[in-house]
């Protein structure tokens, strides 16, 4: 299956998803635990290597560092 790149709107926490093409169902960020991450249109990692493209720079550079809620683990 293909892997895809969700962004968690809640903290910002970006995180790749083992799921099929047609799944379109939101996943639930790994970082807060907030239920609907979305998925990231996937053109950027069109041949790209590394965090050279200007989409995941920018993700990368607005997503604050993973704050657990206290109580959930
Ligand atoms: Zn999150």
């Given at each position: 299956m293909p892997i895809f790149?969700?962004?968690c709107p809640a903290?910002?926490?970006i995180f790749e998803e083992?799921?099929?093409a047609s799944?379109?169902?939101p996943k639930t960020?790994?970082?807060c635990a907030f239920p609907k991450?979305?998925?990231i249109l996937s053109a950027t990692r069109m041949g790209a290597s590394?965090?050279?493209?200007?989409a995941f720079a920018r993700a990368a550079a607005s997503t604050?560092?993973?704050a657990p809620r206290n109580g959930f683990s």
């Open positions: 790149e969700y962004s903290c910002g926490h083992l799921t099929s799944d379109q169902s960020c790994p970082c991450a979305v998925k590394g965090n050279s493209s200007p604050p560092g993973c």
